[in-house]
C-alpha cells in the first residue's frame, strides 16, 4: 500500500472522525464544528465534482488532515470553480 501527502508535508494531530456521507465532501471540510479533527472519508471518491463557492459553511478549512482512498485531481461538475485542493 502507498500513501501520498498533499497540501502540506508534517505531522498532524487530532482526533480521528469518520464522516460516512457519499456526497457533501466541501461542506465537511470547511464546517466548524469538525474543526482540528483529522477526518476518514467513508466515500470512495473525494473530489470528483469539484468546489463551488456557495456551498462552503465558513471562509476556511477546518479540518486538521484527511484521510481517503481515491482523492481525485480533476471534476466534471461544469459550476465548480476549483478542485478540493484549492479550498
Same mark, same amino acid.
Given at each position: 500500500? #502507498?500513501?501520498?501527502?498533499?497540501?502540506?508535508?508534517?505531522?498532524?494531530?487530532? +482526533?480521528?472522525?469518520?464522516?460516512?456521507?457519499?456526497?457533501?465532501?466541501? =461542506? *465537511?471540510?470547511?464546517?466548524?464544528?469538525?474543526?482540528?479533527?483529522? /477526518?476518514?472519508?467513508? #466515500? *470512495?471518491?473525494?473530489?470528483?465534482?469539484?468546489?463551488?463557492? +456557495? %456551498?462552503? =459553511?465558513? %471562509?476556511? *478549512?477546518?479540518?486538521?488532515? /484527511?484521510?481517503?482512498?481515491? /482523492?481525485?485531481?480533476?471534476? #466534471?461538475?461544469?459550476?465548480?470553480?476549483?478542485?478540493?485542493?484549492?479550498?
Amino acid at each position: 500500500m #502507498s500513501w501520498i501527502s498533499f497540501r502540506a508535508i508534517g505531522t498532524a494531530t487530532g +482526533e480521528i472522525c469518520f464522516n460516512t456521507g457519499m456526497t457533501g465532501y466541501q =461542506e *465537511v471540510f470547511t464546517d466548524p464544528s469538525y474543526y482540528g479533527q483529522i /477526518l476518514i472519508m467513508n #466515500s *470512495v471518491h473525494i473530489g470528483n465534482y469539484g468546489v463551488k463557492d +456557495e %456551498d462552503v =459553511e465558513s %471562509d476556511s *478549512v477546518k479540518i486538521r488532515g /484527511l484521510i481517503g482512498r481515491n /482523492l481525485e485531481e480533476t471534476y #466534471s461538475r461544469k459550476q465548480a470553480k476549483v478542485i478540493w485542493m484549492n479550498i
